[in-house]
């Protein structure tokens, strides 16, 4: 195999940038890598993913969780050759500038792939299963390959994430009905849903509302993404089960007050 692009080059970030993605919570960055590089990662993670992926249910069988998407998680851990792709420096300064802090660590990453015919991916905020004390998150949604409007890419409620905690609503029919509703009755102004190009990559805070539609094309979107956070964030005391089990699963022997630094979340980025 010929080597694979390093990903350590800077993809700078405007002042202009940096205070969209304040205000909004949300932000669409175009090429954060390049067509080269994406097509010299893709197969590597596409092999990772379908090697992991432990979804056999079809998906009629599945609930509204399940037929959003196929997800593997911390791909950078289970398959050594995704790593670097994960762990790749130029990602995590932009989401160090975005977020205007120091540095960064790594929460987890998520192939997402969203079948042929799969569903909805219903409205929901990410941060309801972080057991973290900081506003300070924020993932990296980017297509492997180019995605049209009907395979289903990103849409946010613009400034909902300055509502905080919104309930004890996991991604379900549930959420989707209720936040739903809200984005109506408050006025959001949602984005996205649009056509990306493969390395194009939006990033959104963790308590934005976020969804996706279902994907009526012949093609499975493929996405990988990655969540980072504040390097200085501590683990916070769970607030449902879902808590608990990401606790466990991603901060492994750490618990409520410690710093939020176990060997699964290193530092990714750090200015000098």
């Not at 593997?72 to 050594?80: R, V």
């Amino acid at each position: 195999m010929s080597k694979l692009p390093e990903l350590s080059s800077e993809y700078p970030i405007s002042a202009e940038q940096s205070s969209r993605y304040l205000r909004d919570g949300n932000i669409l960055c175009p090429t954060v890598a390049t067509q080269a590089e994406i097509a010299a990662w893709r197969p590597v993670i596409v092999e990772g993913a379908t090697r992991h992926n432990r979804q056999t249910k079809p998906l009629a069988e599945r609930d509204a969780y399940g037929k959003a998407f196929l997800q593997i998680t911390n791909l950078w851990e289970k398959d050594p050759a995704s790593a670097p792709f994960v762990l790749a420096k130029r990602f995590a300064k932009v989401a160090a500038d975005l977020l205007g802090v120091k540095s960064v660590r790594l929460y987890h990453d998520q192939a997402l792939f969203k079948e042929a015919g799969g569903g909805k991916t219903p409205w929901h905020q990410d941060q309801y299963y972080w057991p973290l004390d900081t506003d300070k998150t924020i993932t990296m949604w980017m297509p492997l390959l180019d995605c049209s409007e009907e395979m289903g890419t990103m849409q946010f409620a613009s400034g909902s994430d300055k509502a905080g905690y919104l309930g004890n609503f996991e991604i379900s029919e549930k959420s989707e009905a209720t936040f739903r509703s809200m984005i109506r009755e408050k006025g959001y102004t949602t984005v996205g849903g649009k056509a990306m190009r493969a390395g194009d990559a939006t990033f959104h805070s963790g308590w934005v509302l976020h969804a996706a539609s279902g994907n009526s094309s012949q093609t499975t979107r493929e996405a990988m993404t990655i969540i980072f956070y504040d390097a200085e964030a501590r683990v916070s005391e769970p607030k449902n089960d879902h808590q608990k089990g990401d606790l466990a699963a991603w901060l492994p022997g750490l618990k409520p007050g410690d710093l939020a630094a176990s060997p699964l979340n290193p530092v990714l980025y750090s200015r000098p």
